[in-house]
């Protein structure tokens, strides 16, 4: 390791992952602010993420599904697949893993100097999502146990996660953000034939801003930027938390490497944005299959926008920042 004093703001999933590599590579590790301070959200994670984050974790308890039944598009029937996935609440998930932290991960509410600090906290400014969409979710007794459900509507999609005590985690996403939330949710669910398993009106329903975005900001000398600091993926993609763990995987790999670190920092930005062109191929050949409305045109030019961009970056040799300055390197190395 070339450095030994890591700072960590944030300490969500990525943070908390950020810390205890650093520390298990021996850094002396400052975890700083807080709890997560967001509403509970329920996290569906797929075997991949469930993989990693056992590897990195040990064991995690959660609500074990073996199925997954979808109906996307405008004219396409229901397909039901065997899918394992676990769904964990957040902010437990992130409560569990803070007390596994090495004891000398210490805590703090001011920064301490640092060789390197990592940002995993919130979205900097002055970098726009792709799109405007929202998620809508909620709670609702369900009568399904082992099987979430995906349809879409014509307005958008619509997800029913069995949580196992008899209620159900719901999430819809628009591109249009809802007047009335719970209304929506609830008319959504039954335009989308979901309410046979649904079986009472969504409760506890909050929006939130679901369009991906990847900040420009995301590696400078003795700075990186990790998780939710950096990048936010659709929630459709399903692997927005295991992306989240590998940016942490990823920036800790910069910390630890004795290499010259200018060479990793573009490195890892390159990495990012090409995790970021991928995602949003992704959402566009998905969204495109699902929907012909004005609102969800918009999204995808937008989206076509940002991916053009991107291609751009891709292609031209300085596809990231180049850390060259002597300032910089006598800073990094
Ligand atoms: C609506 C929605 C649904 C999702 N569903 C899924 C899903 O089903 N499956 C999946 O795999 N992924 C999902 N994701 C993605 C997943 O939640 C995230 O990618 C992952 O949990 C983010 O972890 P994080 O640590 O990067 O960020 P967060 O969990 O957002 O943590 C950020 C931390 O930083 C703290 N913080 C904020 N500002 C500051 C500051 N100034 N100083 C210090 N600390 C600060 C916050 O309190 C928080 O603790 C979803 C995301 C959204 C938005």
Known sequence: M?????????????????ALLAARDGGAVTLV????????????LNEATVALLTSLWGEVDG??????????????????????????????????LAERLPDRVERAETAPPADWTIRASARPAGNP?????????????????????????????VQAVPLGDGRGFLRAVSPVPPD?????????????????????????????PAAPWLSRQ????????VGGGVLRLD??????????????????????????????LGDYHRRLGAAFHRHLIGCTAN????????????????????????AAQLHSRSGGPVFTGRRDVAAMT
Not at 64 to 81: E, F, H, K, N, Y
Not at 246 to 264: C, E, H, K, N, S
């Open 63 to 96: 609500h074990r599904l073996t199925g997954r039944w979808s109906r996307w598009g405008i004219d396409a029937g229901p397909v039901q697949t065997p899918s394992t996935a676990l769904v964990v609440n957040e902010q437990r998930l992130v409560a569990v």
């Open 129 to 157: 999502p792709v799109g405007r969409r929202v998620a809508i979710t909620g709670y609702a007794p369900m009568s399904e146990t082992r099987v979430s459900r995906m349809a879409t509507t014509w307005r958008g999609w």
């Open 218 to 225: 995301r590696a400078e000398p003795g700075r990186l930027h």
């Open 33 to 44: 602010g807080g709890e997560p301070a967001g509403p509970p959200t329920e996290l569906v």
């Open 180 to 208: 009335d939330p719970e209304d929506f949710l609830g008319a959504e669910i039954e335009a989308a034939g979901l309410d046979e398993w649904v079986v009472g009106p969504p409760e506890r329903v909050v929006v939130a």
């Open 2 to 18: 070339n450095a030994d004093r890591v700072a960590v703001h944030g300490a969500g999933l990525a943070g908390l992952t950020c």
């Open 235 to 264: 929630p459709l993609s399903g692997s927005g938390a295991g992306q989240a763990m590998r940016t942490a995987m990823l920036a800790t790999a910069v910390v630890r490497d004795g290499r010259p670190a200018a060479d990793l």
């Open 287 to 310: 969204y495109r299959t699902a929907f012909d409305s004005a609102e969800w045109a918009g999204e995808l030019h937008i989206t076509a926008t940002a991916l053009a961009g991107h």
